[in-house]
C-alpha cells in the first residue's frame, strides 16, 4: 500500500506564474490536509477537505489559494498568480477517520521555488 | 488552536534514553496528545498519541501527567536515525492537527 504521495516534488515557478501541487491519498483515505512549511519554520495547517467537501479553510490565504478534492482523483492545491514569498515546502496528509484518535499520514512534500 | 510549549533544542547521546517535555496547559478532557517528528528534508512522520494513560509502541513511550497538562515523549535509546525536530499537539472531533515549531532533537555519537 503506497503512502501518502505528492508531485511534483519540486517546483519552480516565476512570479506572475501558477502553481498546482497534486496529493494522492493512502488507499482508502478520505480525509485530506495541506500544510505549509517556511524555511527554518514549524508546519502551518492551511485546509482540510473531505471528498469533494473544504471542512476547514481557516488556515488558506484569503486570496490565490484554493484547494480541491474530487471524487475521483488527487487533492489539488492551487495557487495562482504566485510571489516570492510562496515559496515553501507544501505538505499533504491524509487520515482514514479524520478524527484526532486517529494517525495521519504525510507525503514526502513539493518544494515551490518562485523565482 | 492547540497551544503547546516544547524546548527549542535538546541533545543526547547515541544509546542513551531521551526524554522530550511538552506542556500543554490548556488541554480539554477529550484532546488527544499527539507526537510527530520530521526528519531533514522529510514529510512528518507519526510517532504516537494518547489520551489519558501511558501509551508504548515500537518506537517511543508516552508519559502522560495525571492533570494531562503536560507529557513527556520517551526514546529509549536514540540513535543517529532519531536526530529529528519532535513536534507535541493535541485536538479531539475533526480538528485538524496545529503544530508549534517543536523541538529539534541533536543525537550524539
Known amino acids: 500500500n503506497a503512502g501518502v504521495m505528492q508531485n511534483p516534488r519540486h517546483l519552480v515557478r516565476r512570479r506572475g506564474q501558477e502553481a498546482r501541487l497534486r496529493c494522492s491519498p493512502m488507499?482508502?483515505?478520505?480525509?485530506v490536509y495541506w500544510y505549509r512549511q517556511l524555511p527554518e519554520e514549524g508546519l502551518k495547517f492551511m485546509v482540510y477537505?473531505?471528498?469533494?467537501?473544504?471542512?476547514?479553510e481557516s488556515g488558506m490565504p484569503k486570496e490565490r489559494f484554493s484547494a480541491e478534492f474530487p471524487k475521483e482523483g488527487p487533492s489539488i492545491l492551487r495557487i495562482q498568480q504566485v510571489v516570492r514569498g510562496d515559496s515553501a515546502a507544501y505538505f499533504c496528509?491524509?487520515?482514514?477517520?479524520?478524527?484526532?484518535?486517529?494517525?495521519?499520514?504525510f507525503g514526502q512534500g513539493t518544494r515551490l521555488t518562485v523565482v | 488552536d492547540a497551544k503547546t510549549t516544547q524546548p527549542n533544542s535538546m541533545e543526547s547521546n547515541e544509546e542513551e534514553p531521551v526524554h522530550l517535555p511538552c506542556n500543554h496547559s490548556?488541554?480539554?478532557?477529550?484532546?488527544?496528545i499527539h507526537w510527530y517528528r520530521q526528519l531533514p528534508s522529510q514529510g512528518p512522520e507519526y510517532v504516537i498519541h494518547?489520551?489519558?494513560s501511558n501509551v508504548n509502541n515500537r518506537m517511543a513511550s508516552l508519559a502522560i501527567a495525571e492533570d494531562r497538562k503536560s507529557s513527556t515523549l520517551i526514546l529509549h535509546r536514540a540513535t543517529l536515525r532519531d536526530a529529528a525536530v519532535y513536534y507535541c499537539?493535541?485536538?479531539?472531533?475533526?480538528?485538524?492537527?496545529?503544530f508549534g515549531k517543536g523541538t529539534r532533537l541533536s543525537v550524539i555519537a
Open positions: 496528509a491524509s487520515s482514514l477517520m479524520g478524527r484526532m484518535n486517529t494517525e495521519a499520514f
Open positions: 488507499k482508502g483515505h478520505s480525509h
Open positions: 477537505l473531505q471528498k469533494e467537501n473544504i471542512i476547514d
Open positions: 490548556t488541554i480539554s478532557g477529550t484532546d488527544y
Open positions: 494518547g489520551l489519558t
Open positions: 499537539t493535541y485536538g479531539s472531533g475533526n480538528t485538524p492537527l496545529v
